[in-house]
Structures are given as structure tokens and as C-alpha cells.
């Protein structure tokens, strides 16, 4: 049982160039998140999907996009990407964002941007 | 804005002390509390989820939450140098909202 399962954990990149981060859970839950976690700055919601088929934006969702692909997976996708974006990404889900169960995290993608 | 307030630390304690977190909030409609602990360069990890007044224990830890003055704290009892961790205050409004706010998370240090 996998839980959260990120991929891929560590990336490299340089500025203008795309990539896509893959969440996917085996927890049957309906509502996925992406968040990024800078110093000093706490996590931050980029975007999150409160079920399979709706996707809306969190807090800080300039420059990225997302996919619900099915009830499993949920990507996030940096078309070009910035210095700026450098971050610890982590996704994470729960049963049902109304049923105040808390959220369970993948162990995160450290993605530097030079 | 809904905001979620601890003091980032470091808090320092010596081993087999009691150490206390704090956390406010703004939002009054707030539902579900929980505290996650962060050690560095990991992920974070659920340790308690409390949703009435009053305290709950898990082990080593008690959460205490206080809906009339928007508090929520973690105790943790004979603290361990393993406790040595970031601990993230997360607070849900519930209904239609599906957001968790999370604050900004206090550095725990036990000393041995």
C-alpha cells in the first residue's frame, strides 16, 4: 500500500523549459492538492481537485497547470518554467475536502530552475 | 483571508519536558483542527486531528482546542531529541470549503 506517490522526487531544469510532476494515491480518496513549500513561507496551495472531473485554483496557481486524470492521478504541469518556481512540491489527499478528514501527503519533488 | 498564526520558534527544550505549541485562527467557522510534524526534508505526517472543545490524547500528545478564543494547541509530554521536528498547525472551515490553511509551523528543539 503506497499511500501518496510522487514522481519524480528530485529535477533538475533550466529556465523555458516544461515539466510535468505526477501525483497518484491507492487511498480511494476523492480530493487531491498541489502545494509548494518555500522558507519562511509555509505551504502554499497552487491547485486542487475536489473531485475527479473539477479542478479549481489555490492560492498561488500562476504559472502552473493541472490534470485530474481519473480518481488516481493528478499532475501538475509547469509549461515554462522560472527561477522563481524553485520549490518542494507536495501533493496530497483525502477522503472528501467536506468531510473535515485531514490530508495525507506524498514525500514531496524538490525541483530546482537555474 | 483566513489565517492560521504559530510562533516560528526555534522553541528549545531540554529532554523529558513538556513542550507547548501554540496556534490562532481567524476564521470562527473553523471545523476541524490538526497538527502535523515536519522533520527536515520530509514530507509532512499527521499526529493529531481534534474537531470539539477540549483535549484529546494520543500518547505523548494532548491537543487542546478552544473554539470561544480560536486557539488550538499540541502538548508533548517527556519530549524525546526524536520530536526534534517542524510542527504544522492546519485548520479546515469545513462545508463547501475544501481547503486546509495551514500556519507557517514552529521548530521544535529537544535537547538531550
Known amino acids: 500500500n503506497a499511500g501518496v506517490t510522487q514522481t519524480p522526487k528530485f529535477q533538475v531544469l533550466k529556465t523555458g523549459q516544461s515539466m510535468t510532476l505526477q501525483c497518484a494515491q491507492d487511498m480511494n480518496h476523492n480530493s487531491m492538492y498541489w502545494y509548494r513549500q518555500d522558507p519562511g513561507m509555509g505551504l502554499r496551495l497552487i491547485y486542487y481537485?475536489?473531485?475527479?472531473?473539477?479542478?479549481d485554483k489555490g492560492e498561488v496557481p500562476n504559472g502552473y497547470n493541472v490534470s485530474r486524470l481519473n480518481k488516481r492521478e493528478f499532475s501538475l504541469r509547469l509549461e515554462s518554467a522560472a527561477p522563481s518556481q524553485t520549490s518542494v512540491y507536495f501533493c496530497?489527499?483525502?477522503?472528501?475536502?467536506?468531510?473535515?478528514?485531514?490530508?495525507?501527503f506524498g514525500d514531496g519533488t524538490r525541483l530546482s530552475i537555474l | 483571508q483566513k489565517e492560521v498564526e504559530q510562533n516560528s520558534g526555534p522553541l528549545s527544550v531540554p529532554e523529558g519536558a513538556i513542550a507547548s505549541l501554540n496556534c490562532t485562527y481567524s476564521?470562527?467557522?473553523?471545523?476541524?483542527f490538526f497538527w502535523y510534524r515536519q522533520y527536515s526534508g520530509k514530507s509532512p505526517e499527521l499526529i493529531m486531528s481534534i474537531y470539539s472543545n477540549g483535549d484529546k490524547e494520543d500518547g505523548r500528545f494532548t491537543a487542546q482546542l478552544n473554539k470561544a478564543s480560536q486557539y488550538v494547541s499540541l502538548l508533548i509530554r517527556d519530549s524525546q531529541p526524536s520530536d526534534s521536528a517542524t510542527y504544522l498547525c492546519a485548520v479546515n472551515g469545513g462545508g463547501s470549503n475544501y481547503k486546509l490553511t495551514f500556519g507557517k509551523g514552529t521548530l521544535l528543539t529537544v535537547n538531550p
Open positions: 476564521d470562527r467557522g473553523s471545523q476541524s
Open positions: 496530497a489527499t483525502t477522503t472528501d475536502g467536506q468531510s473535515n478528514q485531514p490530508q495525507h
Open positions: 481537485s475536489a473531485s475527479e472531473g473539477t479542478t
